[in-house]
């Protein structure tokens, strides 16, 4: 068997791996948008955790695209090598065979990319949801907790509501060092242990608690007050170096005792929540299911 059809052979495979995954790219966003709404709209709400479970499903999707291109290209290859010949040569082989190199390395790069996607992405999954759980426990106080709610430019990960206060909250999903297991308010940050500092979930959860506040203003005759939480589920939250403003800092463990910072000026009357609720509800449906 010559060079040049090992070559064209590598070329073809890799090719026709790059066309396959093409198509089924275009198919699998085709086949989204073709979803037609189905029965009890009203009533099917956002699940805990439902913004990123949407993300890591199409990252998944993607890495099961990328290897049936992989899949593909090999399939092709073994059949050109059998029984194909040497079809192209001189500088056009060489130009088929430096572009079929070029396709290998950005599928490989994408596969490696998607995969660091795929496992932060699992985890903010895993990292909601075990928020979301422990919020779901404040139920038996007469509070519902909504989730993913389009609230003031923000979509919130998690919506507290109930007669003894409103909580906005914000989760930050990082992953925990062997040597630093500790998350802190320090001024405006919550500030991690391992030397990492964040504004923006302080930033985030005070931005949505002024969009339910806003909300409550339109619905209600009167705005509401709402308290921004920031969830750092993993991580043991320590003493504050120094307040934070409203901002409560909790996580999976303690996120059910979220009521003890209310106080009487955070309390709603209960026809007042039942309208909240309802509200909140209408947000939350989920065209998607």
Not at 111 to 126: D, P, Q, S, T
Not at 191 to 213: N, T, Y
Not at 245 to 261: H, I, Q, S
Request: proline letters at 3%.
């Amino acid at each position: 068997m010559s060079t040049g059809s090992v070559i064209n052979a590598i070329a073809g495979g890799v090719l026709s791996g790059a066309l396959m995954w093409a198509l089924l790219w275009l198919s699998v966003r085709t086949a989204a948008l073709l979803r037609f709404k189905g029965a009890f709209v009203d009533y099917v709400l956002n699940a805990s955790a439902e913004e990123p479970r949407s993300e890591l499903r199409w990252v998944e999707a993607d890495l099961q695209l990328l290897a049936a291109a992989g899949n593909a290209a090999v399939a092709a290859f073994g059949a050109l090598l059998l029984f194909g010949g040497a079809r192209f040569s001189g500088w056009l082989m060489w130009t088929l065979f430096g572009l079929a190199c070029a396709l290998f390395v950005a599928w490989a790069t994408f596969v490696v990319l998607k995969f660091i996607r795929w496992r932060a992405g699992r985890f903010a999954v895993r990292a909601n949801a075990a928020i979301g759980a422990s919020l779901a426990r404040l139920a038996v106080n007469g509070h519902r907790v909504f989730h993913s709610v389009p609230l003031g430019g923000e979509l919130l990960d998690h919506v507290v509501v109930g007669p003894k206060g409103a909580f906005a909250v914000t989760v930050v999903s990082r992953r925990t060092r062997k040597e630093a297991t500790t998350a802190r308010h320090n001024n405006r940050f919550v500030e991690f242990q391992d030397g990492i500092a964040l504004a923006d979930p302080i930033i985030v959860a005070e931005r949505g608690a002024r969009g339910l506040a806003e909300l409550s203003g339109k619905i209600l005759s009167h705005k509401i007050r709402v308290r921004p939480v920031v969830a750092v589920p993993g991580w043991e939250v320590g003493p504050a170096q120094s307040p934070a403003g409203d901002a409560v800092l909790v996580n999976e463990k303690n996120a059910m005792m979220l009521l003890r910072f209310s106080q009487p000026a955070d309390h709603i009357f209960d026809e007042d929540v039942a309208k909240l609720q309802e509200q909140l509800h209408q947000m939350c449906r989920n065209p998607m299911l």
